[in-house]
């Protein structure tokens, strides 16, 4: 079973459309990142969500964590081509070291 | 620049063939992890390091040994590559205490 599962796997939308990603647990998280990856490159992390109910925003994306803390949600309004790419969510287990990813959502914004 | 590096980016090597990929970071972190990405099997943990001289496995540890004599230093030695572990290899540091990872840009391995 996987820990983290997100959905969906492969969105395709057209320049100026919003979006929303989502990526689901039954197990309860003390933080829950986020990263983009493009193709070639390392990931890179866009935020850490870190209490329950918990709302960030970066430019036109939107970060949720469920209130549980079992879930999030990543938003984005307006997409543009330069969104494209690869996300994923991760936890980490601070006091033991595993990290697990979730197999990401690919994302492409045709212009 | 705070960076994590990983060399080589691209190796094509033959079964058997012992070889070493190596990644360096810069920003004085405690943690340091080595993933493999597939097709269809997204990002795995194979070792992580909590500190200096500190190692553990991860999920796919199988084939793959690491080390850590040094903070910012944290080699993965496949000692006898196999086919199966043809793939996308990715080092990261972040501090102990925190889930937040910065990754360097990869090393494609290819074992014929």
């Known amino acids: 079973t996987q820990l983290l599962e997100q959905s969906p796997q492969f969105l395709s939308i057209q320049e100026g459309e919003n979006l929303t990603v989502y990526c689901n647990s039954s197990?309860?998280?003390?933080?829950l990142q986020w990263y983009r990856q493009e193709p070639g490159e390392g990931p890179v992390l866009l935020v850490t969500?870190?209490?329950?109910?918990e709302v960030k925003k970066l430019k036109r994306l939107t970060f949720q964590f469920g209130d549980a803390r079992k879930d999030s949600s990543l938003h984005i309004t307006a997409a543009q081509p330069g969104d494209t790419g690869l996300y994923l969510c991760?936890?980490?287990?601070?006091?033991?070291?595993?990290?697990?990813f979730g197999d990401g959502t690919t994302l492409t914004v045709k212009p | 620049e705070a960076q994590v590096t990983q060399n080589p980016r691209y190796l094509i090597t033959v079964t058997g063939k012992k070889l070493t990929v190596t990644c360096s970071q810069n920003?004085?972190?405690?943690?340091m992890s080595w993933y493999r990405q597939d097709p269809g099997l997204g990002l795995r943990q194979i070792y992580y390091?909590?500190?200096?001289?500190?190692?553990d496995k991860g999920d796919v540890p199988e084939g793959y040994k690491v080390s850590r004599k040094e903070k910012r230093n944290f080699p993965l030695i496949l000692e006898s590559p196999s086919p199966n572990q043809t793939s996308l290899y990715f080092c990261?540091?972040?501090?102990?205490?925190?889930?937040?990872?910065?990754f360097g840009e990869g090393s494609r391995l290819t074992v014929l």
């Open positions: 197990s309860v998280f003390s933080s």
């Open positions: 969500v870190v209490t329950g109910g």
């Open positions: 990261a540091s972040g501090g102990r205490y925190t889930g937040e990872l910065f």
């Open positions: 991760a936890v980490k287990n601070t006091n033991a070291g595993k990290s697990t």
């Open positions: 920003m004085n972190h405690e943690y």
């Open positions: 390091s909590m500190n200096v001289e500190v190692t």
